[in-house]
């Protein structure tokens, strides 16, 4: 790989930790105010690979960057094909691993990537992505290798080539909503935001409120021991739009609850939504391997609807 002898004084480094596509692209907007910046995208998979189509790393001009392209073994590298974009003041594409001419270079899958840099002149499209975001709201971002421009396009259900441009898709955090005082409750919601949910709780007397929080990017969780406490809340996330509906209880218990629901008026397809027992690990005796297995399951839940 061949260094610009501008950049040979600038080592790149890692400045932050994080392969979350928002706190990439925030580092970028940030960077951009005082200097310049590179945007580097996943674009192709040959075989296997750490990251998913359309994962970023943000370079900025004095070497620091973040986020992944691949399992850390090749962003240092990339970070530094970016500096030398930045300097040539043009975009570029590198392929990695297998297929490419870096040979001392190698990924531990065996497989092969392609990485799109672009050396960012417009920061409006980034900004516009994150507000976005913020506002919850599915976004695209279409880069054109040909015109070397970003542009928010309409999305598309996931992140991969288009009629010549790449189209990056960007979801909202998975919201989730908790009702239940109790400890299990407590301990989803603490592990929760560590793991970068967007936690809330639900206030019981006042179900018909949680309405309006909840988007398709929600999950609502019930951790009540009484069963008549979680009714109302029930019926409400049954008739909204949340992608997981899950409640605390046993086999027999979850069978009364349907029971329930179905005096109430509900069909059998509404019901079947309800996640019970809840968790992905099956019954659990403690808080944290509860947590655990409910955190888990949402995640593994809003995977496959996007697989």
Not at 106 to 124: K, Q, Y
Not at 208 to 234: F, K, N, W
């Amino acid at each position: 790989m061949v260094i610009s002898q501008q950049h040979l004084v600038t080592n790149p480094v890692r400045a932050e930790l994080t392969d979350d596509q928002t706190r990439v692209l925030d580092f970028a907007v940030r960077e951009f105010a005082h200097g310049d910046v590179a945007l580097a995208t996943l674009t192709e998979i040959r075989g296997g690979a750490a990251r998913a189509l359309g994962a970023h790393m943000a370079i900025a001009g004095d070497g620091r960057y973040c986020g992944y392209v691949s399992g850390g073994c090749v962003e240092a590298a990339v970070a530094a094909e970016a500096l030398d974009a930045i300097a040539a003041g043009s975009d570029r594409s590198i392929m990695l691993g297998a297929g490419s001419r870096f040979f001392d270079i190698s990924l531990p899958c065996g497989g092969g990537i392609t990485v799109a840099v672009h050396v960012v002149n417009d920061i409006r499209p980034l900004k516009q992505v994150l507000s976005n975001i913020s506002g919850r709201s599915l976004t695209a971002l279409r880069y054109c290798p040909k015109s070397q421009t970003l542009q928010v396009c309409p999305t598309r259900s996931r992140s991969g080539w288009c009629d010549g441009a790449f189209i990056t898709v960007y979801r909202p955090r998975v919201r989730l909503l908790i009702s239940g005082n109790s400890i299990e409750a407590d301990t989803v919601a603490r592990l929760g935001r560590s793991a970068n949910f967007d936690v809330g709780a639900i206030d019981p007397a006042h179900p018909e409120q949680i309405y309006d929080r909840i988007d398709p990017a929600t999950a609502v969780v019930l951790l009540h021991h009484d069963p008549e406490a979680e009714l109302p809340i029930l019926e409400v996330a049954l008739r909204s739009e949340a992608f997981y509906v899950g409640a605390l209880g046993s086999t027999r218990t979850h069978r009364r609850r349907c029971e329930r629901l179905h005096e109430a008026g509900f069909l059998e397809r509404d019901t079947a939504r309800i996640k019970a027992p809840i968790g992905m690990f099956g019954p659990t005796k403690q808080s944290i391997p509860l947590a655990l297995s409910i955190l888990a399951d949402v995640s593994a839940t809003n995977l496959t609807r996007f697989a």
